[in-house]
């Protein structure tokens, strides 16, 4: 399994979570094929770390640079630039 992982700080969780949870049916539609885990920083709430299972690398490469993606961070209150890394399972 191909697996991404983005860490960034977004201006208020509730409005990141709600477009996040909103923007599912784009991100399945893509290949993911779920969220596993949505961390919240202890010292800074409003830093979020996700980890997101997807179907192949290529699918999950072309959804993390998809402009429609950056225009959902920006609605979503993301600041400044996203770390992103693409993991594979050894499992």
Known sequence: ????NV?????DYAT???IFD?????????GATGVKHVFRDVDDPN???VIIEWDNEDNARKFMNDP???EKMQESGVIGMPA???????A
Not at 7 to 11: A, E, G, I, L, V
Not at 22 to 30: F, Y
């Open 1 to 4: 399994m191909v697996y991404i």
């Open 7 to 11: 860490r960034h700080t977004c201006t």
């Open 16 to 18: 990141w979570r709600t």
């Open 22 to 30: 909103g923007d599912e049916t784009r991100r399945h539609a893509a």
């Open 47 to 49: 830093t979020v770390t």
């Open 68 to 70: 429609a993606l950056k």
């Open 84 to 90: 992103v890394r693409t993991l594979l399972s050894q």
